[in-house]
């Protein structure tokens, strides 16, 4: 989880907002239940590896970065937003895979990148807000609500003395990393999916997120779910309605593709997954091979407003597909 200061503002303005954000983030666990895995506060944004047992991520932040956001203005004499929107929220597979790793250490090397970590060579534990010196503090640990198991079983690691040496090597490598030409690359392909996408998993796992994106906008604004998880799931769904209008045409996908782009049957196809399905001209026409996505428009309208007998056939085949 992530967000950014209005406007790229600054959500921390000196220690003690660093101090009251980390204050309320133990109080929105206390509330919630939470368990935060992992965490930085850098000048105007923040990241989180946050697990919420109970389904209350949106009442949780909504409370939570009302309360910052009250005190912030309240202290420093402001008002307005202090947020840019809506946080950006990811789900992360658990039950396998190394993701947990790689987020842990994308958001431990947050503020490496950022040129906020001090010493030469630059130690993270230096710096203060973020979880990472709570890893390497063992029992002295301050901050109850950062669990830091989850991500040191995910590394095959134990939370004692040896488990956190060996972590603590773990992220002087990937410092080092960043340090090189080559390494920078690599991380940046590594940590691309955390950046842009909308969810971080193997194939079956986003299949089943998409699905569940699907179910949970039923009868609900689209607008509350991220853009990238509208698009896939509206893409899948659109290619489930390729398949079943093929079937209720009695075509193969073969013997289609290989039609001319403005055939009736084209025409039809893209007519019917046009008016089931919340994908755009581009996808319709590229999907069915129609050409440019400029003359869709005209194919629509085609089978929309036809008399023809043959297209009102392959219209009703559609409507009963």
């Known amino acids: 989880m992530m967000n950014r200061g209005d406007r790229g503002g600054r959500v921390f303005l000196d220690n003690l907002d660093y101090e009251l954000f980390i204050a309320g983030m133990g109080e929105v666990c206390r509330r919630t239940g ?3 895995h992992a965490f930085a506060l850098l000048p105007n944004h923040f990241h989180w590896l946050v697990e919420t047992p109970e389904a209350n991520l949106v009442a ?12 912030f203005n309240g202290r420093h004499g402001r008002r307005g937003h202090v947020f840019q929107g809506r946080y950006k929220a990811s789900p992360i597979q658990t039950d396998s895979g190394n993701y947990f790793e790689i987020v842990s250490a994308y958001i431990h090397l947050n503020p490496a990148r950022a040129g906020l970590v001090r010493g030469e060579p630059p130690d993270l534990k230096m710096y203060p807000w973020s979880s990472y010196p709570q890893y390497l503090a063992g029992k002295q640990r301050k901050l109850a609500w950062v669990d830091v198991k989850r991500v040191l079983g995910n590394m095959g690691l134990e939370d004692d003395a040896a488990g956190l040496r060996s972590y603590a090597e773990y992220m002087a490598g990937r410092l080092r990393e960043l340090g090189t030409r080559s390494g920078k690359r690599l991380c940046k392909d590594e940590w691309r999916p955390i950046r842009y996408g909308w969810c971080l998993g193997d194939e079956q796992f986003k299949a089943e997120m998409i699905e569940k994106v699907g179910s949970r906008m039923a009868g609900k604004k689209r607008e509350s779910y991220g853009g990238r998880a509208r698009q896939e799931h509206d893409e899948r769904a659109a290619e489930r309605l390729v398949g079943k209008g093929l079937k209720a045409l009695g075509l193969k996908e ?34 069915l091979q129609m050409g440019s996505p400029l003359g869709m428009s005209l194919y ?9 007998g043959e297209a009102l056939v392959l219209r009703g085949k559609l409507e009963q597909a």
């Open 254 to 287: 073969a013997e289609f593709l290989g039609e001319r782009k403005g055939s009736l049957a084209k025409c039809a196809l893209a007519w019917y997954v046009h008016a089931n399905a919340m994908v755009s001209h581009e996808w319709i026409s590229e999907r």
């Open 60 to 71: 949780g932040m909504k409370w939570f970065l009302g309360a910052y956001s009250q005190g």
């Open 300 to 308: 629509l309208a085609r089978m929309k407003n036809t008399s023809d």
């Open 34 to 36: 939470w368990q935060v």
